[in-house]
């Protein structure tokens, strides 16, 4: 009897990992296949069916994709635009999300419900009317328009998200913190940001993966002005750069886009213990 229960277990582990396995290999597998197109010429793409080795191995794709796309003028642009509107989204959103939730005050019931409805209101609709103001207060060609344009819609996920953390911290903090003189900066200050840094990391990761992933409004934003793109714009230009044969150059093109990549995976890499830990705990108190 217990042979066959370890036998049953063993059998159920065996299933368990071998789907996991092949999970990862069929997400893994575009991945790996955009990689190795990276080293591919333009010709070896368009004929080499789905073979996923290159006949070939070399470095002339990355080379000229950098020197072509002006991707370090769209790399710096990246890093400022990305960095700046993800600290002022988490300086925005902690504050934001301690009001909301600690605190009673005229009109937060509507605040708050309009918080909640434009999370339905898709981002494709918003991009002409935001177009229209950041036009019209003269900021369209400066990178500042582009993160004011982004902060308006970074903050509303990422302060429910601080609300949904703050639920589950007790009250008695801040009455303990009135009693010893703190005012509502200093509660928030010494008390609330220190206890929230699991969810301060889950929020900067998130912010700085969208808008350094974001597309539609950078492109709108920059069509007329290519040095103020980011590098998501920036890389779609490497398609139509001129080559020998003509057309559309895809081997500079992947080239572009698996170096676009490359900072957003190694700030994932170093940042994922804090984002597991963050949901994870803000999974226990919700």
Same mark, same amino acid.
């Given at each position: 009897? $217990?042979?066959s229960? *370890?036998?049953?277990?063993l059998?159920?582990?065996?299933? +368990?990992? @071998?789907?996991m !396995?092949? #999970? /990862? ?33 070399t470095l002339?794709?990355?080379?000229h ?8 003028r ?15 989204t988490?300086?925005?959103?902690t504050m934001?999300?301690?009001c ?10 509507l605040m708050l419900?309009?918080?909640?409805f ?11 009317p935001?177009?229209?103001i950041?036009?019209? $207060?003269?900021?369209? *060609?400066?990178?500042l328009?582009?993160?004011l344009a982004t +902060?308006? @819609?970074?903050? !509303?996920f #990422? /302060?429910l998200?601080?609300m ?12 303990s913190a ?18 929230i ?5 889950v ?5 700085f ?13 920059t ?5 103020n ?8 230009s490497?398609?139509?750069v001129?080559g ?16 676009s990549?490359?900072?957003?995976a190694i ?10 830990n ?9």
């Amino acid at each position: 009897m $217990a042979y066959s229960w *370890r036998l049953s277990r063993l059998s159920t582990r065996l299933l +368990l990992y @071998g789907f996991m !396995i092949a #999970t /990862t290999l069929v997400v893994l597998f575009p991945v790996l296949y955009v990689f190795l197109a990276s080293f591919k010429t333009t010709q070896e793409l368009l004929t080499g069916g789905m073979r996923i080795f290159p006949q070939s191995m070399t470095l002339d794709n990355y080379i000229h994709a950098w020197q072509a796309g002006n991707f370090s003028r769209y790399t710096v642009n990246s890093l400022v635009y990305a960095g700046i509107v993800t600290a002022v989204t988490v300086l925005f959103s902690t504050m934001l999300g301690y009001c909301f939730q600690r605190k009673s005050f005229p009109g937060r019931t509507l605040m708050l419900g309009s918080f909640y409805f434009s999370m339905f209101v898709a981002g494709a609709v918003t991009i002409y009317p935001v177009f229209l103001i950041v036009v019209k $207060a003269g900021l369209h *060609r400066t990178l500042l328009g582009l993160i004011l344009a982004t +902060l308006g @819609g970074s903050v !509303i996920f #990422t /302060t429910l998200l601080v609300m949904g953390y703050l639920k589950g911290i007790p009250k008695e903090l801040d009455e303990s913190a009135v009693m010893d003189g703190c005012g509502v900066f200093g509660i928030y200050a010494k008390i609330i940001f220190p206890v929230i840094k699991p969810i301060v990391g889950v929020v900067a990761l998130i912010t700085f993966q969208g808008t350094w992933n974001s597309y539609m409004l950078p492109l709108a934003l920059t069509l007329t002005i290519p040095d103020n793109r980011p590098l998501s714009v920036g890389v779609t230009s490497l398609a139509y750069v001129s080559g020998a044969q003509g057309g559309v150059q895809w081997d500079l093109l992947i080239a572009g886009s698996c170096m676009s990549i490359i900072p957003m995976a190694i700030i994932y890499l170093w940042a994922n213990r804090f984002f597991i830990n963050g949901m994870t705990a803000g999974a226990i108190k919700g």
